[in-house]
């Protein structure tokens, strides 16, 4: 209670002081809605990019998957035994389990013939594991052998090809010795780690792969009988099956792939390094304003000593101002990047948007950027001698 | 009539800056006692010491040697804490006037009340208005410092130094940055203010217009002190 009284009691000299001089307090908070503007660009990017490489996952259809523990992203699949999937479907809540079978092909480029790294995926046609209904009207042709549907969106120069595509003029190409045929396209978009996908049906994928052994399949695709929840049957899975596979909702093996990504790939350090960058040119610029002020008040701040002030009165000064300027800054910093956000979007067809996650995040990177500033230039209070400064 | 108990009690006080080499004695073999109530004045000419005795007798300085009582508590070897608490007991006047400029008046005088915990937020208020009253500035109370007149904000320093009602106002040349004019009207109302409160004065001048409201002048020389010279000897 003593704290507080005293907090009512105190003249509230770090608003005053900003609010005197509106100019400079426009800087800072011009500098920290940029740092802030930055750092929302750079996390709103990467968080984008993320999620647009989970994309197969999340296109997936089913409830639940059985994926080996070994499995890490979606290009590094691992196998398990086929017999987990008839063992699936003993348990209850379990409604269907299908295999999907994936690896990773280089194919020449129809035009170009140059060599480029696409994910082949097969399963059984007639029972669609993606939920994308352009790709499954077409499923019936990948029964034909060597037929493949391909990936509008691939990384690459590939819009003569899907052009032909579309206009139903086939496209063939080498891949692994054999002629695939390229009979339909589907949207879908490029990861990381492939530049687009194929998809099959599973006995083309075997046939494409010879010594690939069918009884070892890449992710089981699971449907739950209605009235079950998901989450509980992953559970009563993991307990029936060995240990050589897991079960877990689609959402959390989307999840993991999050993750997967986040701490492997390079792309998240690159984002890192901005949005640090961002932050130290925020603690810059906050930092120049405080010092600035502590500088411009340094005989008041004396004479307030001279009165009986102690040092950690001028300390919470300070903070005062960092705090202040910290929230007053995070406002357009927010408002600022929703505008661009949205422009972005529109603009790159990634999907980015504001989350609250996010803007917690950085309202506690504004919040330390300007505390480490402050606590920088309090150091400068110390002059504050009022025995040398009359 | 029994003599009160002095406010400053000084003797065989010695201050000296640097260290080695570069040591210099700059205050010898001081001896000073200043009864309640009583105006002192000290004049001297410029470096010889006036200052740095002004600082170790307001707190601002660690007393180094010798002995200096303020109101009985012995400062040579105080804590930093005490210090802290001598300096509440002081009001303090400097050359310049020191207001903060993102203060009103009254808020720059009220900040001489909030360091003392006693003091509820409607009566800092209350007070700080009041003594801006009565230094003539009740008119004034929101105007911030660069909206008034040298005098005007030194005597907005006098109310911020003495609204706390100290036992002792120390005075650093107060009147050299002033007009004559002025500087003679700030003069005396610091005098009528701190007699009104029983308030102890300490001034050190230049100003020879302004040594009349001295009770006692002292006469500082080369870091000595010379003494009892009568106020009334220099007219
Ligand atoms: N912080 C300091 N460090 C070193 N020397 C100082 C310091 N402050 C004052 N002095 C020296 O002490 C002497 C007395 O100074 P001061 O007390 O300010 O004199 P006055 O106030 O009478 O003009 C001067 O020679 C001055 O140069
Ligand atoms: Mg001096």
């Not at chain 1, 640090?276 to 925020?282: E, N, W, Y």
């Not at chain 2, 004049?43 to 010889?48: E, V």
């Not at chain 2, 303090?92 to 509820?120: C, D, K």
Request: aromatic letters at 8%; proline letters at 4%.
């Amino acid at each position: 209670m003593g704290w507080l009284n005293s907090l009512q009691r105190r003249t509230p000299l770090g608003w005053l002081q900003l609010s005197r001089h509106k100019g400079r307090l426009l800087v800072a908070l011009s500098g920290i809605a940029f740092a802030d503007l930055l750092m929302f660009m750079q996390l709103g990017f990467q968080e984008s990019l993320y999620e647009s490489n989970t994309q197969i996952r999340a296109a997936l259809d089913a409830d639940l998957i059985l994926a080996s523990p070994k499995a890490e992203t979606t290009q590094k699949l691992s196998t398990f035994s086929r017999r987990r999937l008839y063992q699936a479907q003993d348990v209850p809540g379990v409604a269907s389990a299908r295999a999907l079978y994936s690896n990773n092909i280089n194919w020449n480029h129809p035009e170009t013939n140059e060599e480029a790294s696409l994910q082949v995926m097969g399963f059984d046609p007639d029972y669609p594991a993606f939920n994308l209904p352009e790709m499954n009207a077409q499923l019936y042709r990948v029964k034909i052998p060597d037929v493949m549907l391909f990936d509008r969106l691939a990384r690459g120069d590939y819009q003569q090809t899907i052009a032909q595509i579309e206009n139903q003029q086939w496209v063939s190409t080498e891949a692994e010795g054999r002629t695939l045929s390229v009979r339909g396209v589907f949207s879908l978009g490029a990861s990381f780690g492939a530049d687009g996908l194929l998809v099959t049906s599973s006995q083309n994928f075997l046939q494409l792969f010879p010594r690939r052994d069918p009884g070892s399949v890449s992710i089981g695709l699971l449907h739950v009988e209605p009235g079950y929840d998901p989450e509980q049957v992953a559970q009563a899975l993991q307990d029936h099956l060995p240990d050589d596979v897991e079960a877990m909702t689609l959402d959390d093996f989307i999840q993991d792939e999050l993750e997967q990504i986040q701490t492997e790939s390079p792309i998240g350090f690159i984002f890192t390094i901005g949005a640090a960058m961002a932050f130290v040119v925020g603690v810059v610029i906050v930092y120049q304003v405080l010092s600035t002020d502590v500088n411009a008040h340094i005989k008041e701040y004396a004479t307030f000593k001279a009165m009986g002030y102690r040092h950690s009165y001028l300390l919470t000064i300070v903070i005062e101002e960092s705090l202040i300027m910290a929230f007053l800054g995070f406002i357009p910093g927010l408002l600022l990047p929703m505008g661009i956000y949205q422009v972005a979007a529109n603009a790159t067809a990634l999907p980015i948007y504001m989350t609250l996650n996010r803007a917690a995040t950085v309202l506690a990177m504004t919040i330390i950027m300007c505390l480490f500033s402050g606590a920088i230039a309090t150091r400068k209070l110390q002059s504050a001698d009022p025995a040398d400064m009359f | 009539m029994p003599s009160p108990q002095p406010v400053i009690a000084i003797h065989n006080l010695g201050h000296a800056f640097g260290r080695g080499e570069q040591r210099k004695q700059v205050l010898f073999d001081i001896a000073l006692n200043i009864k309640a109530g009583e105006i002192v004045l000290m004049t001297g000419p410029s470096g010889s010491g006036k200052t740095t005795l002004l600082t170790l007798i307001g707190g601002l300085r660690h007393v180094q040697s010798g002995s200096l009582k303020f109101l009985g508590q012995e400062l040579c070897g105080a804590t930093a804490e005490d210090l802290v608490q001598a300096r509440r007991q002081t009001g303090y006047i400097f050359q310049a006037h020191n207001l903060h400029e993102s203060l009103t008046a009254r808020q720059n005088v009220r900040m001489g009340l909030e360091v003392h915990p006693q003091y509820s937020v409607e009566k800092m208020s209350m007070l700080a208005a009041e003594m801006l009253d009565l230094v003539g500035l009740g008119e004034r109370l929101d105007h911030y410092p660069d909206q008034l007149s040298g005098g005007q904000k030194q005597r907005v320093a006098i109310a911020r130094a003495l609204v706390s009602r100290p036992k002792l106002l120390l005075a650093d040349e107060p009147t050299a940055a002033l007009d004559s004019k002025t500087g003679r009207d700030v003069v005396t109302l610091m005098q009528h203010l701190a007699q009104n409160q029983g308030c102890t004065i300490l001034l050190v001048t230049h100003d020879s217009r302004i040594l009349d409201i001295a009770d006692r002048i002292v006469h500082m020389e080369d870091g000595v002190l010379k003494h009892n010279t009568p106020a009334n000897a220099v007219h």
